[in-house]
């Protein structure tokens, strides 16, 4: 189940990296969402998990409703898309199955690839729908690595949950004005 | 409840500045009430302190808690003596925001929390209007914000001390990105609105945000310290001599208060690399003299910038000797404090310290000339900012008692 | 006298400085005469604070948060400083016109001068020393900020330097309070420190330094100011040395080291002041001449050194308000001031040298060879002054600036105070005391003579009937026509050396960087690399730090 | 205060009777008018009609005066602890220069002269390093025999600076371009206080008696003559020799007085 959840959070953030659309866009964070939540759940945190999976279906909906028109997956040029997606979850592997010890093996990788393919997309797009939907994405992840600390993970979940939800309804249109 | 007010009745005035827009004066004054009342409820609080209001341990540490305190004053000094052209209402209110998003990185009872606050503010700052495009804007702050969640993350792991010292590495790195220094300097429009630039990144966040980070750093990584320091004071040193010599030598003067940002920002990452009182301490007057001092001179200039009004009259060698960390102002006790704990550690250190130090000079001689020639509000401002930095440097002991230091 | 008072003498020259930027409104001589009679009182409050006791008085006000505590103590050391500080200051400002900003500055400066003599450890003396010099420098570019003046720089960089010593010796000796530092704490590199600072803040070169640029002002209202209050400030912490090193420097070669800088920064005072083309040129010169000798006395080890170092100390004290005040013209009044900075019989410089040169004989070995410079050094410098008397007058300044009686009665005391030597060093001795063992030697007949381990100096005896019959005789005597006085005088020598070290000088500032090479340094590019599209710098860094850190 | 007092009467005795002015004018009037008769000048003898004296000659007086006072002459009121080598050698060297101060014109090539005193200094204060003493009988008596050789060798220096700091070398002074020098007053004053500190500094003090004074003045006479003669020659020789002596001869061997003083420092050590 928790490696399965890990694929997810990993093929829900390659379809955030992949995606310029808001269906993209939107898909990419709930199915994100959903292994991330699922490996909270799997780790005992309940309450986190359903937060966390809330935060991420409100943001995908939203996200649904705003940004470009269609799917956008993997546009013409997504090569160097494809390969971070790939490379990273290589590391993210072998960061936190072979680097790490002890159990959550599952967790770590989906939070580190979550962490970083979220990041990665801010940094590289040019378009406002998916950077904020790839915030959002970036909440529930540093949200998810919070169940690794001893305590307070449901409290962070719960910002992460507003944050998710709060980022999709920001216009994904720039203002005009300076 | 003190910790819970500290966030709610900025935000709060920073919302009714926001929703009364229209009516500015109305803004103004309600948006200066609820800060006020939120920074009272900061003094109030006793550091350490815990509250429990809403299921959720908050407290202030001592060191946040004076941080805050010095921004919020520095907002108020700001506010109430605003540069010419700039409509009180509207600083108060990114300020206001500025000061609920500290106070809730502060209080927060998780580094991931705080890491989460973050990037509300991150998002909520590249969403304002702005001369740069939202995902510019955001780039550096949100890499900032994913290499502090990826350094908690290695942090926790169970593994090698190999993995703590990638924790350290991020935690180091998105801090040094959150504040916009070298090498993740943020992009910089000499025309954008201050609130939208990456100066208050570097001038008002940033100083609680390195706080609580190194606070909660040192916390989480007891086996990386020696790495963590020697990052800090690597990237502090680099700041620091680029900070300067661009500072000098770059063209645009806006640009130059930037750098010099960058160069202070490099001697306070040296004080906390330091990783012994003296270094917190000088850091810390460092920190405080960024809020007090080179904030408010930096909004000053703005508009003497854009008019390319240069002066050298007294007040302008004067601002460049706060700026140069010359006696008696702040930065030069903060520059002794450093150098004691750079001795403590290492002598070498310190005579690299030492040698930089001077770098400050030429490039605040320029600062102080991008002053112009200050008149009424505008000197008045100045005055007090250099008698605040005076204060700070002839007897920073109430400041650092403050900090619990 | 309760320990609060000894705030007094810091604190009126700052209430002065507040009074006149109040009063600047009304008129810069009501600013003037504000800062001018804070600085007297100044001066009036620490005497009246020390005559009562004659010892030491200390005040402890607690902790000021970067490692140094509000430690002020007034001794004999801390007294002679305060009023070689403040009279020249508060003569300057009570006869020169000037702004209230500069009135403003310049007393505040003094203030902070003060209070780095008053101070009882090394980080305060640091911060009010730098406060000090930040003040010069201020006061030196409200007057003109295109005119010549030390370079802020070098003057944070002294400072600093202080500030390090005090913070090793904080770190090594637990304390950095003059009287508590332990001996062993004293090393090599916390004197290396001090020394840097000493020199460099003094502005005490071999070569054209600050303390002799500042003389081709335009005008030299600041001029006078700063060197009265810095160039005492740098000797001070030589002076201060001692009393850390329980009496002594940590190595003795050190004090053949500094005793050799000293020489060599009287000589190449002497030397310039020689081929000096006008007389603004030679002005420039005397001040570092003395503080060189000076430089050398105190160097020398002994506490007759340290005495003769103070009384010269003193003396450049008096030429530092002489020479502001002097017109560029020829007349009894220069040459009244170039006989007493020259060390004519029975002047007081005269004395001063006599005594720290007799020092350095008698230390023997190297330091006799020292002493044999600084005598021909002393002659050289005899030589540059008759010379200056012919001189060309120099580029001018204002006459409300100067004030030639005023200089000539001061050089006039100055040359007839040669028989006062006895009270100078009664006093440079009770000073001295509180730094290092008291003199070998002692006065006879109350001041009338100075003893000394090899010779004795029979200051009244021999030097007053010489003041009293020269007084009569010049009287009486027939000048000599001034047939062609100011014809252009040839140098005595001509620089080579320095006329090399110039052209090099230049040649250094004028390197530029090859136009080619200039984008190496380009804060945009970088901000574009770092900021731009692709955050591939900010990757590399990233990847950087952790092999760095990780390896 | 008394001895206040009585100090002050036996300086001022020194400085106004004896070794003072009188002792200065008298034997710098003789050894002048020598000098004036053997160079064949206009005038061998001082004006005899009495005039103001310039303000040159006075300082210059009263310098020769302060120098002459310490030196070892027989019955010299002033104690001997309380004479000082180094006010005899500033004193004396100040005499050049307040006469380039006042009166520019009597002096000429002020620059080689200045090369010369130096020389002369080192040959005054050379040989009272290692002793340590600044008393100038204590110099005079020193017979170290590890000391004799700077000693000998500094009184060499100093006997071949005395020309020129007499100003008897052929170099003739801007003033100054007779034929026939006339009778120098300023020289006068100097003559006792150089060739006395000579004796004082290169010859055992003598006694306070009729032989010690015979003895002292013999030997000042004899130094005095020793330079007569010296600057007779240099004077037939020309003022282009002359110079040549100075720059190329007196100067490398005052290096080498120096040279060896340093080595007698360290081989006493």
């Known amino acids: 189940m928790t490696e399965v959840a890990a694929f997810a959070a990993w093929l829900g953030g390659a379809i955030l990296v992949l995606a310029d659309a808001r269906r993209g866009l939107a898909l990419g964070l709930a199915v994100m969402a959903a292994g991330l939540a699922g490996l909270a759940f799997a780790a005992g945190q309940d309450p986190t998990a359903g937060a966390l999976l809330a935060g991420g279906v409100v943001g995908a909906v939203l996200r649904a409703r705003s940004g470009p028109e269609g799917w956008g997956l993997m546009q013409p040029g997504s090569t160097p898309r494809i390969i971070l997606t790939v490379l990273t979850a290589l590391l ?39 950077a904020l939907t790839a915030a959002s994405g970036l909440a529930l992840a540093l949200a998810a690595g919070a169940t690794l600390a001893p305590s307070a993970s449901f409290s962070a979940a719960i910002v992460a949950a507003v944050i998710a939800a709060g980022a999709s309804i920001l216009p994904a249109a720039e203002p005009r004005g300076a | 409840m003190e910790p819970e007010l500290a966030v709610a009745l900025p935000a709060a005035g920073a919302a009714f500045a926001a929703a009364l827009r229209p009516r500015p004066r109305l803004a103004l004054g309600l948006g200066a009430l609820l800060g006020a009342g939120g920074m009272a409820a900061v003094v109030l609080s006793a550091p350490g302190a815990a509250s429990n209001l809403l299921g959720v341990t908050l407290s202030l540490s001592a060191p946040s808690r004076s941080v805050l305190i010095v921004a919020a004053a520095s907002l108020a000094f700001v506010v109430i003596l605003a540069p010419q052209n700039a409509e009180r209402s509207t600083l108060l209110r990114w300020g206001l925001a500025g000061l609920a998003g ?51 993350l290695f942090a926790r792991m169970p593994g090698p001390p190999s993995l703590a010292r990638l924790g350290a590495v991020g935690l180091v790195a998105g801090l040094v990105a959150a504040i916009g220094a070298l090498p993740y300097i943020h992009e910089f429009d000499p025309e954008e609105m201050t609130a939208s630039s990456p100066i208050p990144w570097m001038a008002f966040v940033g100083p609680v945000f390195a706080v609580v980070v190194l606070t909660r750093a040192r916390e989480l ?70 809020l007090l001092g080179r904030l408010p001179l930096y909004l000053w200039s703005r508009q003497p910038l854009r008019e390319k009004i240069q002066k050298d009259r007294p007040i302008n060698l004067l601002v460049a000797a706060a700026l140069a960390g010359s006696a008696p102002f702040a930065g030069f006790p903060a520059r002794i404090l450093l150098l004691r704990g750079a001795t403590a550690l290492y002598w070498p250190l310190a005579l690299v310290l030492a040698a930089t130090l001077l770098l400050w000079v030429p490039s605040s001689l320029r600062l102080g000339r991008t002053v112009g020639m200050p008149t009424g509000r505008q000197l008045l401002g100045i005055v007090i900012a250099l008698g605040a930095s005076a204060a700070l440097g002839l007897y920073p002991q109430p400041f650092l008692s403050l900090a619990g230091l | 006298m309760p320990p609060l008072a000894l705030l007094v003498p810091i604190g009126l020259p700052i209430l002065g400085s507040l009074v006149a930027a109040l009063l600047g409104r009304a008129g810069s001589g009501a600013a003037r005469a504000a800062a ?79 209070l780095a003599v008053e101070a009882g450890g090394v980080l305060l003396t640091a911060v009010a020393g730098c406060t000090a010099a930040t003040l010069a420098v201020i006061q030196l570019d409200v007057e003109d900020v295109s005119a ?35 001996v062993s704490a004293m090393t090599l590199p916390v004197f290396a420190l001090l020394g840097f600072a000493a020199i460099f803040s003094a502005g005490l070169f071999p070569w054209r330094g600050w303390a002799s640029r500042l003389w081709a002002r335009p005008s030299l209202r600041a001029a006078g100011m700063t060197v009265a209050t810095l160039q005492p400030l740098g000797l001070y912490l030589l002076v201060r040395a001692y009393e850390l090193g329980d009496g002594r420097y940590p190595n003795p070669n050190l004090n053949l080291l500094l005793a050799a800088w000293g020489v060599l920064v009287a000589f190449g005072a002497a030397a310039r002041a020689q081929a000096a083309t006008t007389r603004r040129e030679y002005m420039a010169e005397v001040l570092p001449g003395l503080a060189g000798f000076a430089l050398m006395s105190v160097a020398v080890g002994s506490a007759l050194g340290l005495v003769a170092g103070l009384i010269l100390t003193a003396t450049v004290a008096v030429i530092a308000i002489c020479l502001p005040l002097l017109p560029e013209r020829a007349g009894p009044q220069p040459l009244l001031v170039a006989a007493a900075a020259a060390g004519l019989p029975p002047s007081l410089a005269f004395g001063g040298r006599l005594l720290g040169l007799g020092a350095a004989f008698e230390h023997g070995g190297a330091m006799g060879v020292i002493a044999l410079a600084g005598v021909a050094t002393w002659l050289l410098a005899a030589a540059a002054a008759a010379r200056s008397v012919g001189l060309a007058a120099g580029p001018g300044r204002p006459a409300a600036e100067t004030f030639p009686r005023v200089a000539a009665i001061l050089g006039g005391l100055a040359v007839a105070a040669g028989p006062a030597l006895g009270l100078a060093y009664y006093a440079g001795s009770t000073a001295a005391s509180d730094v290092m063992s008291p003199p070998s030697g002692a006065l006879g007949n109350g001041i009338a003579s100075i003893v000394t381990v090899s010779t004795v100096i029979p200051v009244i005896a021999l030097l007053g009937p010489l003041l009293v019959v020269g007084a009569i005789a010049l009287a009486f005597a027939r000048p000599v026509p001034s047939v062609g006085r100011s014809a252009a005088r040839p140098p005595l020598f001509k620089l080579h050396g320095a006329i090399l070290a110039a052209r090099i000088a230049g040649e ?38 952790a092999f760095a850190v990780t390896r | 205060m008394s001895q206040v007092l009585t100090a002050l009467a036996t300086h001022a005795r020194a400085l106004l009777v004896y070794p003072g002015l009188p002792t200065v004018a008298v034997f710098g009037v003789a050894v002048e008018a020598a000098w004036s008769r053997i160079a064949g000048g206009s005038q061998i003898l001082p004006s005899a009609r009495p005039t103001r004296p310039t303000i040159v000659q006075v300082a210059v007086a009263l310098l020769a005066v302060l120098a002459s006072v310490q030196v070892a002459a027989p019955f010299n009121p002033i104690p001997p602890a309380e004479r000082n080598v180094i006010i005899a050698a500033a004193a004396v060297g100040f005499t050049a220069w307040a006469e380039l101060a006042l009166d520019p014109e009597l002096v000429g090539r002020p620059g080689l002269l200045l090369i010369i005193q130096s020389c002369w200094l080192l040959s005054v204060l050379g040989p009272a390093i290692e002793p340590q003493s600044l008393r100038p009988q204590v110099l005079g008596n020193v017979l170290v025999p590890a000391l004799i050789p700077v000693k000998v060798a500094s009184g060499f220096l100093y006997l071949l600076c005395l020309p020129a700091l007499l100003r008897l070398w052929p170099v003739t002074p801007p003033a100054d371009r007779r034929r026939r020098p006339r009778f120098n007053t300023t020289r006068a004053l100097v003559w006792f206080p150089y060739c006395a500190l000579f004796t004082t500094l290169f010859f055992p003090p003598p006694a306070d008696d009729v032989t010690g004074g015979l003895r002292f003045f013999g030997l000042t006479i004899a130094v005095a003559a020793v330079c007569l003669i010296a600057s007779s020659v240099l004077a037939r020789r020309g003022a282009e020799r002359a110079r040549g002596l100075y720059t190329r001869i007196v100067a490398p061997y005052s290096v080498l007085v120096l040279a060896l003083t340093v080595v007698t420092l360290i081989l006493m050590r």
């Open chain 2, 221 to 290: 990584l007891p086996s990386a310290t020696g790495a963590f320091g020697a990052m800090l004071i690597g990237l502090g040193l680099l700041n620091i001599v680029w900070g300067c010599i661009a500072s000098w030598r770059t063209e645009l003067g806006a640009a130059a208060w930037r750098y010099s940002f960058i160069a202070d920002w490099g001697l306070a990452l040296c004080g906390f690399g330091l990783g012994v009182y003296e270094g917190q301490a000088g850091a810390l007057l460092i920190l405080y003299a960024i």
């Open chain 1, 92 to 130: 993210a592997l072998y960061v936190g199955a072979s680097v790490a010890t002890g159990d959550g093996a599952p967790l770590r990788f989906a939070v580190v690839v979550a962490i970083v393919l979220t990041a990665g997309r801010m940094l590289q797009g040019s378009e406002r729908a998916a």
């Open chain 2, 102 to 152: 500290m106070a809730a990185i502060a209080v927060a009872p998780t580094p991931d929390i705080s890491v989460l606050v973050l990037l509300v503010l991150v998002v909520l700052q590249a969403t304002g209007p702005g001369r740069r495009p939202f995902v510019r804007r955001l780039r550096a702050p949100a890499l900032a914000v994913a290499l502090i969640g990826l350094g908690l």
């Open chain 3, 508 to 545: 250094v500032r004028a390197m530029a960087v090859p136009s080619q090479y200039r984008s190496l340094f380009n804060p945009r590019a970088l901000e574009s690399a770092a900021a731009g599209g692709t955050p591939i710098l900010w990757l590399a860094s990233l990847v950087a730090i």
């Open chain 3, 36 to 114: 001018s009679v804070g600085l007297w009182s100044a001066a009036v409050a620490i005497v009246a604070l020390w005559l009562p006791v004659r010892s030491t008085q200390e005040l402890t006000l607690g902790q000021l948060g970067f490692g140094s505590g509000l430690d002020l103590r007034l001794d004999a050391m801390s007294l002679v400083f305060s009023l070689i500080v403040l009279v020249p200051a508060a003569t300057l400002l009570s006869v020169q016109p000037r702004s209230w900003q500069e009135s403003t500055v310049a007393a505040l400066g003094v203030g902070a001068a003060v």
């Open chain 3, 148 to 182: 010549p003046r030390p370079s802020w720089a070098l003057l944070l960089a002294a400072w600093l330097a202080v500030a390090w010593a005090g913070v090793v010796l904080q770190v090594q000796g637990g304390t950095a309070v003059y009287s508590a530092v332990p």
